[in-house]
């Protein structure tokens, strides 16, 4: 799960994680208010999930007040384009209005897993404010790796060498160091996939604060971050995979127009690869899961409809928990409540394979039948071009 | 022979008293595994399905003589549930939970590190983990631990190895007319306490196993690293297939570890790799059961 950049800070304080002042706002009004009582000077910073919002215009520097609302006025229900949002962008809806601070120097820290080590790892490069992904690239030693201890935490001799990393001394290097270990705790206490400090600040007062945070958190454990999951912010997600989500269905929409029902993520993707391969492209991913009721199928099949662009859909499942038959009678008494609008084929495989075949087969509905995964593949594409 | 799990092995199911654990438990009974008993605590002294019902894995080991445990414990408690078994000294521990928070695992692979490390000092056999979030291990006709369905089996020389369940059905389904050795779901989550590369050496080193699958999916490097070790270590021929070619970058995939993230774990990086350690490797995932017929025939 994202939160926006002003959740992560508020998340960065409990910690004791320096942060410039700042406070979130919906209006002109408030942004005026805001900026005030920060001194006048102040940074408008729009609110959305995706990153690289300087470069779309979502960040800008206000010299007063006034023009602290003015900006507001302008962003607030602006859509942001971003190297991240896709060529559609996002709506803006909130601002951030900081105060202004007298930049030194900014560096980069992150914190993610390391799926190889299975550590987290502690990035750290003296380039910050950049992309890290085009830093890693061009120049890898320019990052600083520390891996830690998910059980001990940060030690204190790590926290020094990242500091060192980053080349800061004096009072800098002290704010550092206890910056570091507070970020580790927040990530590892809040359950992150990802802390990401770019940029890490130094003011010119000698001051270490995060000025930008990038914050995800690991989906399967939001059961114990009831704080975390009020923040979640739906406007920013794609309104079918929320209705998704709803029904425990794992749905990511996606440009084409073959509809894709399938039971397993792996076994999901390599439908969509397939689909690909046979000269289609496919509309979504949808994994029903393991124990899928008819209920749940059924609510797949619409929330794939719903996606004006299918022309078709497959339905690939192979039973290993999910049974064959319960597949047949979502399938069957979806296609009685929706309607079938656009082709269907249906491959099955598995468990009471048969018993979902008969299923089908006695429901009369213009169901079109495949044996593996190359023939449903074909039949889906033909369908598409209006040659089922 | 075959890898980890035969005729031998006697199971407990840890979760025996849930839905899911009933059910599998009854599913592998039935299959002829030696399922020898569950574990839910609290529960103890009672019988549930025939399964004679204990408080502890330790108690289920000490009575039931079990040597490989099942877990349909839910996410908040599977790691504990892993960490129990590791504690008995259960040599083959199968977790089939899915959606355990990555701290967890990581907290379990330590403590099992540890552990590990105990179990050989004193002279016993370490544990082996097999998942999370995975179907299992089947070795065909002589024992089911997991949720795979176990008809599509056949017994034969091919090794499966996966990150992902119904991709090993597809793969086991595929080569049906010929049988599989033993086919493993390492599992879909970012820190598998099997991986490829165990699952290799193993087969490498069955008798039963000629030609192996594997069977791999964006994100991570796991694809990268068992290239590198087939590469130098595997004699039999390996074919390889790896999901999510379409996938789109910084989009999770339905598993916790299928993810391309900063351009890396693509599946065109992962084919490069596997072609240059000589792997077999086929685009369409129809087409592995054909393939590893291929090279299974022209074995040397």
């Known amino acids: 799960m994202k939160v926006h950049e002003y959740q992560a800070k508020e998340i960065l304080r409990r910690y004791g994680v320096p942060t410039p002042r700042g406070v979130v706002v919906d209006t002109p009004d408030e942004a005026r208010a805001a900026a005030q009582q920060l001194g006048g000077r102040v940074v408008v910073k729009a609110q959305i999930h995706a990153g690289g919002r300087g470069k779309g215009g979502g960040v800008k520097l206000a010299k007063d007040a006034d023009e602290a609302a003015e900006l507001t006025q302008k962003m607030i229900g602006m859509t942001l384009i971003t190297h991240q949002t896709g060529p559609q962008g996002q709506k803006v809806s909130k601002v951030l209005i900081e105060e202004a601070l007298n930049i030194d120097k900014e560096l980069y820290l992150g914190i993610t897993l390391d799926r190889r080590l299975g550590m987290n790892v502690i990035m750290a490069s003296a380039q910050g404010g950049m992309d890290i992904e085009e830093v890693a690239e061009r120049d890898p030693n320019a990052i600083h790796r520390e891996p830690v201890d998910s059980v001990l935490g940060v030690q204190p001799f790590q926290a020094r060498q990242v500091a060192y990393a980053l080349g800061l001394e004096g009072d800098a290097f002290k704010k550092c160091v206890d910056f570091v270990q507070k970020l580790m705790r927040a990530y590892l206490e809040t359950d992150c996939t990802i802390a990401e400090i770019n940029p890490l600040l130094v003011t010119k007062e000698g001051d270490v604060l995060a000025l930008d945070c990038k914050m995800n958190f690991d989906d399967n454990a939001l059961f114990r971050h009831k704080d975390v999951v009020a923040m979640r912010d739906v406007a920013e997600e794609d309104p079918l995979e929320v209705e998704a989500s709803k029904f425990g269905l794992n749905y990511i929409k996606l440009d084409g127009n073959v509809g894709c029902m399938v039971n397993g993520a792996g076994l999901a993707m390599a439908t969509m690869d397939i689909v690909k391969l046979a000269g289609g492209e496919p509309a979504n991913f949808l994994d029903v899961g393991g124990g899928a009721s008819a209920e749940q199928v059924k609510n797949a099949f619409r929330i794939i409809l719903s996606d004006k662009n299918v022309k078709a859909i497959l339905i690939n499942i192979f039973g290993g928990i999910m049974r064959g038959d319960r597949i047949a009678e979502g399938v069957v008494s979806a296609s009685r409540e929706v309607g079938l609008p656009v082709p269907v084929v249906v491959r099955l495989e598995g468990t009471n394979v048969e018993l979902g075949k008969e299923i089908l087969a006695k429901s009369g509905l213009p169901l079109i039948t495949a044996d593996g995964m190359w023939d449903a593949a074909t039949k889906v594409v033909a369908a598409t071009k209006g040659q089922a | ?300």
């Not at chain 2, 022979?1 to 199971?11: F, G, L, P, S």
């Not at chain 2, 002294?45 to 080991?61: I, K, L, M, Q």
């Open chain 2, 1 to 300: 022979m075959a890898i980890w799990a035969d005729k031998n092995t006697k199971v407990i199911v840890q979760g025996i008293t849930g839905r899911e654990g009933t059910f599998h438990a009854i599913g592998c009974r039935d299959y002829g595994t030696q399922v020898v008993g569950g574990v839910t605590p609290g529960k103890g002294g009672t019988t549930h399905e025939g399964f004679a019902v204990f408080n502890t894995v330790a108690e289920a080991r000490q009575k039931a003589g079990a040597n490989c445990s099942l877990i349909f414990v839910p996410p908040p408690f599977a790691a504990d549930a892993i960490m129990e078994s590791a504690d008995a000294g259960i040599e083959l521990i199968v977790c089939i939970t899915e959606g355990i928070p990555v701290n967890d695992m990581m907290k379990a692979h330590d403590f099992l590190r540890k552990m590990n490390a105990a179990h050989i000092l004193e002279g016993r056999a370490p544990s082996r983990l097999i998942g999370p979030n995975c179907p299992g291990i089947i070795t065909p006709d002589q024992a089911k631990i997991g949720i795979m369905p176990g008809h599509i089996h056949k017994a034969g020389p091919i090794g499966i190895v996966s990150r992902s369940g119904t991709l090993t059905y597809e793969a086991v389904g595929q080569t049906r007319h010929i049988g599989q050795s033993t086919a493993v779901g390492i599992g879909g989550d970012p820190l598998p306490g099997t991986n490829f590369i165990d699952c290799l050496a193993a087969f490498e080193s069955d008798p039963a196993t000629e030609a192996i699958i594997m069977i791999g999916e964006i994100g991570g490097s796991a694809e990268e690293d068992a290239a590198a070790f087939v590469k130098t270590n595997v004699t039999k021929p390996v074919v390889a297939f790896i999901a999510g070619q379409t996938a789109p970058p910084g989009r999770r995939m339905g598993h916790a570890g299928a993810i391309i993230s900063g351009g890396k774990g693509t599946a065109a990086e992962k084919y490069k790799a596997l072609e240059a350690a000589g792997i077999s490797v086929v685009q369409a995932p129809s087409d592995m059961g054909r393939k590893i017929e291929e090279v299974w025939r022209a074995r040397k």
